[in-house]
């Protein structure tokens, strides 16, 4: 499917009708999430991925009680990593890894951890949200092409998906996408005019 179409056919599931997606679709999923762009390549997110019926169904009430919550074959929770300096650390050991040289990496790694350290937490959270959002994209046009649906949501409560998910401190759940089969149809779309978004 070309990107135009793509864009156009996805939208945001309601309902999903509970059929499983198979576990290789899942992982190319993945893939492509993981490569998403990010500012300085530091990957400041995880995504926890909930599949049994047991954890949606606590999920389901701090959510909003929406429906695909429940009704989802895979619930990705995109969550923000606010370890930013121990994600630089961790990308310094990749960059070396992969056969950078210590010596001509030192410059940027030293960027790096100078603008991290610069960050207060608060900071350090939007950023990393940023980039959260730019992996969420990834996955719902990839659900699309993919042959399978999504929905990006905010309406959840984020502390207490933290305590039932059981999440480590580092991490803030920031974004939801459900994937699975729609059981709804989409609505035409509503978009405001090209002249009132481009000047
Ligand atoms: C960041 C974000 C959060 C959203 N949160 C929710 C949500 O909690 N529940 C929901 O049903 N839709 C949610 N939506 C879906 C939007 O309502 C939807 O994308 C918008 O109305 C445009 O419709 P379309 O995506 O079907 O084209 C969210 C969308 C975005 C981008």
């Known amino acids: 499917m070309k990107l135009k179409q ?3 056919k996805r939208y945001a599931t309601k309902e999903f009708d509970g059929k499983v997606i198979p ?3 899942v992982n190319e999923l993945f893939e492509l999430i993981r490569m998403a762009p990010t500012s300085f390549n530091i990957q400041p997110w995880k995504v926890k991925v909930v599949t049994d019926k047991m954890t949606k169904e606590k999920l389901f009430p701090v959510s909003w009680n929406q429906k695909q919550i429940t009704t989802c074959s895979h619930l990705l929770v995109f969550c923000a990593d606010n370890d930013i300096l121990g994600l630089v650390d961790k990308l310094e050991k990749e960059m070396i890894a992969a056969g950078a040289s210590p010596e001509s990496i030192k410059g940027y790694v030293q960027m790096m951890r ?7 937490p608060d ?12 992996a969420l994209e990834n996955a719902m046009l990839g659900a699309t092409a993919l042959g399978f ?5 905010e309406g959840f409560n984020s502390a207490e998906y933290h305590k039932i998910l059981k999440l480590p401190k580092n991490l803030v759940a920031s974004v939801l996408c459900p994937i699975g089969y729609a059981a ?6 509503l978009r405001f005019k090209k002249e009132d978004l481009f000047f």
């Open 123 to 134: 900071q350090a959270l939007v950023w990393a949200q940023k980039q959260v959002y730019i």
């Open 23 to 25: 576990q290789d679709k």
């Open 6 to 8: 793509l864009v156009m």
């Open 149 to 153: 649906d999504s929905c990006p949501m």
């Open 184 to 189: 709804d149809k989409p609505l035409p779309k």
């Open 114 to 120: 100078d603008f991290a350290k610069g960050l207060t």
